[in-house]
């Protein structure tokens, strides 16, 4: 796969459609639904409360008999009950609505089939590059600032996505404001330990460079023009960064001020999730969607 939109085609053509369930539907995620139901991407149930979600489907243009209805009212119970239809086989994705991220990610780690505690979550922002090549930054999300053995598992699970998406080795790019090691930032020297444990095999199935600052990561021209001698400057597959908000930073830059197509993960996770931004461009939206579907598709496969 080269771009989301390409994931998203994937998706219209196959014949069986993923069921997601929405915990806490209103109007917001409905006006989501009706343009994922417009595509033939997926099917639904919404949990929320009926009488809301009922005028709500009337008022995008949908017939609520097209959709499967559970009525609770109480969010941290709409949680525990979406969790549960995914576990028990009757969705096949799980989907945030108007619910707290703290109390919706609370039901999901109660749960042993979605979460192992052995596990990291971390979030992925999956963008179309310049290069015409699948792009992913983490941790956009979740973990504020990593310490090393998270800046490991961040890294593990970017490349077990990467993979899914097609991208064989992936080459991975320890994100700085500059592109050799100095002792006054401390940073760097983790940058450069990322880079030896990974020519040292400890950590498996990628190539690691860094510190790299994004120019270098991503442009050959100006990794050329610092003579910088890597297999991941200038073709960087993932981006890590130091800790969130520059993630976060970087992802909303890429999103809303380049524009580029996107799509956001949250991996670590044994069964798809799909967590996205009130802020996320309704186009976005639908490339989140489409992406759990497509590796929700692999899985069962």
Known sequence: MKSVSEILESVKKNEKKQRIVIANATLEEIMVVKQTEELNLANFTLIGDESDIIDSLLAVGLDPKDMLLIHETNAKKC????????????????????????????????????????????????????????????????????????KVDIINNAVGVAKKLGIQLPKVAILDAVEIVNPKMPSTLEAAALTQMNRRGQIKDCVIDGPLSFDNAVFVEFAELKDIDSEVAGQADILVTHELREANNLSKAIIHYAQRPAASIIAGIKLPLVMTSRSDRKQ????TIAVQCYLATLQKG
């Open 79 to 150: 949680s525990e009950l979406a969790v549960q239809e995914v576990v028990e086989g009757r969705s096949d994705i799980l989907m945030k609505g108007q619910v707290h991220t703290a109390t919706f990610l609370g039901a999901v780690m109660q749960s042993p089939k979605f979460f192992d505690k052995k596990s990291r979550l971390s979030q992925i922002t999956l963008f179309d590059g310049l290069d015409h090549k699948l792009k992913l930054l983490s941790d956009c999300a979740i973990n504020i600032q990593p310490d090393f053995a998270a």
């Open 284 to 287: 976005n939206k639908l490339y």
